[in-house]
């Protein structure tokens, strides 16, 4: 039994993805983007997200998160973020080396999310027009959020009106937007652009592509720059019809939805069955595919004794669970068996 | 009948690579290249080019050879090219990115290709030391070349000379390295190392890869910040496995080289009828998967007209056709018969 | 009287300063650092220093600070420092320009210092070796600090041995550095690379030059960039002796040390006046040539109501005082006394 | 007698600037530009370029020009200039550091100069709007130019209307600003913005200043940037006011043409005095402060032998020989003397 909550991107790709590189290879097309695959998913993605966006494949989430905010920031700008933010943490420094030098301010707050009032304060303390001072130019929020947790339609709003007010440029890190879409039962552009969004690293490894994103523009002239910027980073594929056919396939037929749901429910049962067991407490809500649960260290260990894999988070119990659209009930409920043996060692 | 002559990137994806990807998925592994085919693949590469390098995939080559030359030349270093090389003319300025501002210097040199003298000479007119000018830092030679000539052993092993004696990296853009090794008939260590390359772009996407390239180092000392500058590039990609399964599948059995060969003899068929073409002259030796042709502008229209694809290298009437390990002989044969049929109205 | 405390940059150049460039403006010599002045001053510099350093003359401490950090930390590295040091508040980004991207990581400690122990747990919790994150590569201290304060020589060392033992190069901004040296009563060497400091942003500028600081290099191998960055940034002066020769006539006979002394001595005497005021609370220790102190907001209006000037550092009352070479006795006793005379409105 | 011709940095500071230099240094004043005679250099050099300019004192040309092409070109931008430009060879890459990865493109023409022809068709051929290709952002030309030609007002409006067509920022590289106006006889007005110049970098310290020269955006949109990196650059002086006094006693009764109009007098004297002797050749118009002339190598040689210093230029006899303010006509006279001495020996 498949016992791995390392991350949603240890799994594989989705069969109706992999379907599709078989179709998509077949002749000889257009590279660089010229090719029938390329603009029918930028048709695609239009409709879906209900208006005339400018997208641009990418093969990696941290190459999305970085090409959106080289667009969002000058090399002299403040980057607003949670302090726990992929961006920030996880991405080597990507964020910097693409805007020239920018740099990153981690902002307090629950669950990993930001919100408003703390923005707006941080602005406030910037020291805006000032010579010595780097200036605010952007805010990235995690849609879901690092620990698992989803903005709601309003707390997106309430960001994008800061950032209106102040000028700046709101990116939302969707690497499981499809994950919060599904938590939030709402509209691909309801959760984004209608929130105040300005650009979107639309995510799709994370949930059943090979190596597919898609920064997604909703402010044309931020887009100007990104065609040269996408070159200039080594992240124009020369085949794009295969990075292109992966994205495709996962917006035709509701397919990242599905999967995200998928994902979601596997989170959430896995989510209630640990919340009943005795010494283990959740940490955070969890509303997208991710699970954070405070373990005891006694059945820790013996999950992975068991051969569940899981990251620790930190050093006092903390653990992170990830499903993903491959996760099968009988996994969870294996974990969950489990982890249930494991409680009388445990307490 | 397919008369796309365009590039080799125009082709799609072996079926033994795309077997391959078919097989990687399958349960899950490790993400960010931890997983056991990557493991298998540096073992591959090693024992192919029979020495303990250092190996980095990466999707494009336009990264390979970015992250190539950050590791080989400071923000103030000078890198040695021909002017008409790749790294110069088709990557958005990458090296200036990657590096932090270091300056390519274009070298003039038949066949798109450089040779040690002007190498030597442009290094001596540098001013090395002198705080008022950027320093002479990498030399980077494109084999095949971008005009499909290939440097023979002794050429690079020139070069590998100067660069020794002036404490230059030397940089090999082997995009089509495959065409080039299987034109030379010698290892791939005798191509590289052997001959005085420090750093190897080991391209497979252009001879059957979906999107593979690999960032091979020679010298350990050199590989040292790569592992970083590569997840900063956003060029780390989370389901590693198929990336590193293209390239495990296209040096398992000689794959490479055999739809290198293909390539290769497909030119040659082309070069030897063009060649037998009244009005037609070849500009550069076809020794690779390229043929660079003058045709007479009613020819070229004429083959325009009948559905044949191909880029115009210039305004002087060249024209370049490129074959791939797709390539059918029928293809060759019939755009032969096509201009065949073009040359009483083109002279 | 001049009661202007905003900062030791509202003074002016120390008489025996300006006789310099008097007197280095005489005849031709050579530019760029050739001339005869920049090697007297590198001799100078060594001796007193008493060790082969390498010198690089510059004209504002922003510029000394990043390019110390250039030859420090790689694109990807980590930089700690106070939270409050100049180098992360008041220089626009500086650091990461001149890196390429470095990230700085502002640690906390009273008094704008930072300790050995929370430099230990940072470098521990980095991930070092891991490539999803940034590398610590360097620490900056201010010596005197951002409030005042004066690391001892054993505080210097503990954080050099931390240092050390992770590979770290130990940056000194010594924009004060001689009001520290002054303070602490001991070599330049002892404050500097005997405590295991090895490179010192040595700083004239605020204490009685007219633009002049110089980068100090106690370790060759991180000399070696810094020619060309120097030239690269824009910081290499055409006419460098008379850049030069402020630093000479700076370091000739103790005028650097005894400027220092006086302006501490004054801050010393402002401090202990104001200690005794009721409703002011000295906020650290005035051990350089800075005063931090609380003082009642009507206090503050008061003075500055009789022409006082001064920062208010913060929103809740906090007021930074800075004296300089150029500060008279009888103006700190014109401030103490205008203070005094605010006391019966203020409480 | 001083025969020091090596460059017009060689010499000291005109008397009047370091006059402003003593008279500003009085009392305490604000620091980082905030300051009185900053306030008033900026009025002045608006009423003297008769517009609304921002200006920007920075203490280098280098650190000028860059800041100048850094609000000029984005990093994936082109710079034209000439293949001689001081910023293609003399800068170490400060463009390319400031820029942040621009390129610079040397374009061919006589005496330094480049031509609307030749900038129209380097951009016609570079690939406007193609993904792959830098992209056409900047020109920069010299005036006076590397080898002491003068850009004639039609030369520069030409090269402007080019510019402006192809949406380019016109940057002129004024280190010798001065020697050209002076050359031209026309308002420094016409020399620039109304020829078309978007951004001047305006330079002294050539021409008399200890070190001062600034950067003047005749476009405000341009300057938006420039407030933030010239601080980020470590080029804002924090006792600024030394160096707004240098170029503010520059630019009062015309003191900054009085010494080009020297300088330029004492450049013809010399060109005429070499063209008449037997063995000399000019190589260029001497319309400056720049003589380029092909001496005999017996001729240089005896010519070094009597203390005379110049640099050789290439390895062609070719020498260049610069004047300044501080030229004496005696100096001139006896180099003529020295070289008509040498003329028997040299032929």
């Not at 097309?29 to 029918?40: E, F, K, L, N, P």
């Not at 990075?243 to 917006?251: F, G, K, N, T, W």
């Given at each position: ?30 590279s ?16 879906l ?25 000058p090399?002299?700008?403040l980057?607003y ?33 930001i919100?408003a ?7 406030a303390?910037a ?20 620990r698992?947790?989803?903005y ?22 969707g ?5 919060a879409?599904a ?11 209608k929130a105040?969004?300005?650009?979107l ?12 994103e ?27 019809r ?13 397919l990242?939805?599905?999967?995200a ?9 896995l989510?209630d ?17 991710e699970?954070?649960?405070y ?7 013996a999950?992975?004794g ?29 974990f969950?068996?489990a ?9």
């Amino acid at each position: 039994m498949n016992l791995d909550f390392r991350s949603d991107n240890v799994a594989g790709v989705s069969p109706a993805i992999m379907a599709a590189l078989e179709r998509a290879n077949s002749g000889s097309d257009s590279s660089y983007g010229g090719d029938a695959v390329t603009a029918r998913l930028t048709a695609r993605l239009r409709e879906l997200f209900e208006t005339d966006c400018a997208v641009f494949p990418v093969a990696t989430g941290t190459a999305a998160n970085a090409l959106a905010l080289a667009s969002a920031a000058p090399p002299y700008g403040l980057i607003y973020c949670h302090h726990e933010a992929h961006i920030a943490n996880d991405e080597c420094g990507a964020p910097e080396f693409f805007t020239g030098g920018a740099r990153l301010v981690g902002l307090e707050g629950d669950h990993a999310k930001i919100n408003a009032a703390a923005l707006a304060a941080a602005v406030a303390a910037a020291g805006v027009g000032e010579q010595h001072h780097m200036q605010p130019a952007a805010v990235s929020i995690s849609q879901a959020s690092e620990r698992g947790a989803v903005y709601g339609v309003d707390d997106v709003a309430a960001l994008g009106d800061v950032a209106r007010r102040h000028n700046l440029v709101l990116h939302m890190d969707g690497a499981r937007f499809a994950n919060a879409v599904a938590a939030l039962e709402c509209s691909p552009a309801a959760a984004s652009w209608k929130a105040g969004v300005d650009v979107l690293s639309f995510g799709a490894t994370k949930n059943g592509a090979m190596a597919a994103e898609a920064v997604i523009f909703f402010r044309p002239d931020l887009a100007r720059d990104a065609l040269f910027r996408r070159k200039r980073g080594g992240h124009l594929l020369s085949k794009m019809r295969f990075l292109s056919a992966q994205l495709e396939a996962y917006v035709t037929g509701d397919l990242w939805l599905a999967n995200a749901r998928h994902a979601n429910a596997m989170a959430r049962r896995l989510a209630d069955g640990l919340a009943r067991l005795p010494g283990a407490r959740l940490a955070d809500p969890a509303q997208a595919n991710e699970v954070f649960v405070y373990l005891p260290d006694a059945m820790a260990r013996a999950l992975e004794g068991e051969g569940a894999k899981f990251h620790r988070w930190g050093m006092d119990g903390l653990v992170r669970l990830v499903t993903s659209f491959a996760t099968e009930a009988a996994s969870v409920d294996g974990f969950l068996a489990a982890a249930a043996r494991a409680v009388p060692r445990a307490i």
